[in-house]
């Protein structure tokens, strides 16, 4: 134990000059392996990119080339970190796991973080301070309006109260059948949240779509609709409504995910409350109201937050299915555009970072929640 | 000796239980409709998707026709004689290679860089090692719409929009810190005396590393990977904002979503195309089902 305690001791930099060595060996550390990675890594695809060899071929080397790359340069780096004395390698070695992940993160998250920032109080083409010019767009343009009334009334509400509520229905219903016939029914609703929010859309195409009245239907509503002598109607057109029927698909893809975590929840709720609650005579609802939902309180705000994060962050359904027109446009999807059909880097900074300090808070609760709860991993 | 009688969970009343099933099988039956659509009209010839509702596959059995033509089509291979219209040459075979391209590695390398990282952060005391693995944690609050104006520039001045590179890169910046995260918190209830004896024999953090820690967290490993897998395959944003336009390079999503926007012509080959986008996930499903499950549990904070 002494001599470790030592060691701990001699590693400690003494002096300014010891400090600013063992601060930039950490630095050159950690920005060696992904540096030295991305430079060949970009060399090889510069090549790949003009070389004319089947594409299957391209792929393959693609892939082996950066998997084994990656491995291969962190041996390289722990390699050079064993032929330095035992002082430096104990000092340098930890920057050699977590160097590259903070580097990147660097890049990725950190700086532009701050880069969005100054780039949203500039103009479209980053050449002129504006000031606050592009918020107040932000804030008062009709479409960024509209967006905020969809994300925040149609998508963050119904979206995340009815995934979760049809997921705790359904996740309190398959807890009282046949072991089996409860797998294959939570399996098939699960089903659609491996499907994209683009396959999503063409599956729901087929529900939606709308033929003027008198010729034969192919969507299923439609189909429906005619089947009982009603009239078509255009669900994607009928403003604000056709928000709901893009917020439906969602609730199609997430409603699965709340059930099979609520399911999880539900069924690790001791027995034995459950037979206290009936002794004392308690129908199912009321075991319902004051047994089972406040024992998975926990689960069910780590489902609701989750949830709101994907409203919040909706963008694939509604390019996919509207493109945001006809009354559905969505933050996301505002600041796509902003990006690349109106090419205003401002206004795409400055609704990022609203978007970001929308995410803040919900994500703050998410992450403590789900710091309670670790044990489900 | 009543309570003997009643099952632990509910009481079963028949009534009651008639009621369960009943509402079960028709949520069941909802769910997977739409999907069943799809998958009907995929196999139908594409007049009679354009003509006819795919239900009267089921309603009018005796006019049904069935045929692999859509696929055919959509993956490049024209059965002889099947006449192509210019401009339909749609081959998806390209897109399938691109998204395998881009989600292996996009899914190997963040969790590579990840373990070694949740490592570093665990098991190996060093100075600022909290202050930093806090912040890593803070990341998660970004959402990755901050990054697309900075980091296409970037690419613009590195010459690295539309390659395979960029795009594993931006995924593995986005899902770092999730992944980090998650491993930590693996990681770090390994049990000290695992790998004390291994110390003591002279074993450096980087042996011990890849012969102990990376083994024994296979399980966790598995379910971030089929998570992120599937994020990465299914992903939209990333991919219209660093892949580009231009059809060579192009991933599944791109292509459908191109697809759907040309109004109504190509419905019949849009089917199938969505068909073979999700071939692949539902097979993962399917198959790891358990692991995604816990992937799912774990992974409910992706920023």
Known sequence: MQQVSELEQLERPHGIRDWLSTTLGRVLVSVFVPLVTFIILYQVFLFLRDAAIPQWITAIIAILWGVGGVLALFSLSNYVIEQLPVLWRRRLTPFVFVGPALVILTWYLVLPTLRSFVASLYDATGQNFVGLDNYIFAFTSPEMLQSFRNNFVFWLIFCTALSVGFGLLIAVLADRTHPTFETVCKALIFMPMVISGVGAAVIWKFVYEFRPPGSPQIGLLNGALTGLGLDPQAWLLLQPWNNLFLVAIMIWLQTGYSMVILSSAIKGVPADLYEAGRIDGANEFQIFRSITVPSIRGTLITVATTIILATLKVFDIVQSMTGGNFGTQVIANVQFTQLFRQVNNGRAAAIAIILLIAVIPVMYYNVRQFGKQTEAF | ?303
């Open chain 2, 1 to 303: 000796m009543a309570s003997a009688t009643i099952s632990p969970r509910s009481r079963k009343s028949p009534v009651g239980m008639i009621i369960v099933y009943a509402v079960m099988l028709l949520v069941t039956l909802l769910w997977l409709t739409p999907t069943v659509g799809l998958l009907v009209s995929s196999f139908r010839p594409g007049d009679d998707v354009k003509r006819t509702g795919w239900w009267t596959v089921f309603t009018d059995p005796a006019t049904a026709t069935f045929t692999l033509d859509n696929y055919r089509t959509v993956l490049g291979l024209p059965k002889e004689g099947q006449v192509v219209q210019a401009g339909q040459e749609i081959n998806l075979g390209t897109a399938v290679i691109n998204t395998i391209t881009i989600a292996i590695p996009s899914t190997v390398i963040p969790i590579l860089i990840a373990a070694f990282a949740a490592y570093g952060f665990a098991w190996i005391r060093f100075p600022g090692r909290r202050l930093l693995f806090i912040l890593v944690v803070a990341l998660l609050v970004v959402p990755l719409q901050i990054s697309l104006v900075p980091i296409l520039r970037d690419y613009l001045r590195l010459d690295l929009g539309g390659t395979y590179l960029g795009v594993w890169l931006a995924h593995t910046g986005f899902g770092l810190p999730l992944a980090i995260y998650l491993l930590y918190n693996y990681i770090s209830t390994i049990p000290r005396d695992i790998f004390e004896s291994a110390f003591l024999d002279g074993a450096t953090h980087f042996t011990i590393f890849l012969r102990l820690i990376l083994p024994l967290s296979a399980p966790a490993l598995a379910s971030f990977a089929i998570f992120q897998f599937l994020w990465t395959w299914n992903d939209l944003l990333i991919a219209l904002v660093f892949l580009g336009a231009e059809p060579r390079v192009q991933v599944l999503t791109q292509r459908l979503l191109g697809l759907l926007g040309q109004y109504g012509q190509d419905w019949h080959l849009l089917t199938a195309g969505a068909f073979i986008s999700m071939l692949l996930p539902l097979c993962v499903f399917f198959v790891l089902q358990r692991f995604f499950v816990r992937g799912m549990m774990a992974g409910s904070v992706k920023g």
